[in-house]
């Protein structure tokens, strides 16, 4: 089965410092990787994608995310973070085993950007 | 922000009382999901839909029930609530293909006293 793992809770940055919300997947075929964004009493937004192509994909909100097959992760990035920053972020994997028709999500982590 | 609707935004009720939570998309995606996000924040799909007249139980087991008659609409309805529903409820749907993403409502938080 499809998994994907969020190892932090909770991860703290300070303003205008980069920022990494790690995310691990185990998958039985080619990883297609989801990253979202919820901010408090909304629903989750699409922030980027793996499908195939560069490790490197470039996303909303100024979010990067690095896929790196060897070590099975697909790190989201930020070069300079922003109080507006703070939000639950939640990692996914497109689910082989049902046809691709499910996404499997992450627990989340929730980043705290303070001023 | 993606053309997807959820009412109610908040609903309170008592035990047992019926209650079914809206969902329509005006973007014409065939695919539909439920899922049900604990206070944890961790989501679980409670159901979804490949298209009209199809639907399918998710990965958590839910006294849920949905109906999709029509490709824009896509309700949940729990015929008796009990305190153990209380959650908050997020619709979502999407195009065809691997690539695509889910587009979320915001959400329905439903609290059962």
């Known amino acids: 089965a499809q998994s994907v793992a969020q190892p932090e809770d909770q991860v703290n940055v300070a303003e205008g410092n980069p920022l990494t919300v790690k995310c691990t997947y185990s998958?039985?075929?080619?990883?297609?990787l989801f990253w979202y964004v919820q901010y408090p009493n909304r629903g989750l937004q699409f922030l980027l994608k793996?499908?195939?192509?560069?490790?490197l994909v470039k996303g909303s909100y100024g979010f990067e995310a690095e896929f790196n097959k060897s070590q099975t992760s697909f790190h989201l990035k930020k070069p300079s973070a922003l109080v507006s920053d703070s939000a639950l972020y939640f990692c996914?994997?497109?689910?082989?085993?049902?046809?691709?028709?499910?996404?499997?999500f992450g627990t989340g982590t929730r980043l705290l950007v303070s001023p | 922000e993606a053309d997807i609707y959820q009412t109610p935004r908040y609903l309170v009720i008592g035990t047992g009382k019926k209650i079914t939570l809206e969902c329509s998309q005006t973007?014409?995606?065939?695919?539909m999901y439920w899922y049900q996000q604990d206070p944890g924040m961790e989501l679980h799909l409670i159901h979804y839909?490949?298209?009209?007249?199809?639907?399918e139980k998710g990965d958590l087991s839910s006294e849920s029930t949905v109906s999709r008659i029509r490709t824009e609409h896509f309700p949940l309805t729990l015929e008796s609530a009990r305190p153990s529903h209380t959650s908050q409820y997020l619709c979502?749907?999407?195009?065809?293909?691997?690539?695509?993403?889910?587009?979320f409502g915001n959400g329905t938080r439903l609290t059962v006293t």
């Open positions: 996914a994997v497109r689910d082989w085993d049902t046809g691709f028709q499910k996404l499997v």
């Open positions: 839909s490949y298209g009209v007249n199809s639907t």
């Open positions: 793996y499908i195939t192509g560069d490790n």
């Open positions: 979502a749907s999407r195009l065809p293909g691997l690539e695509a993403p889910l587009h």
């Open positions: 998958v039985s075929g080619n990883p297609y």
């Open positions: 973007m014409g995606h065939d695919k």
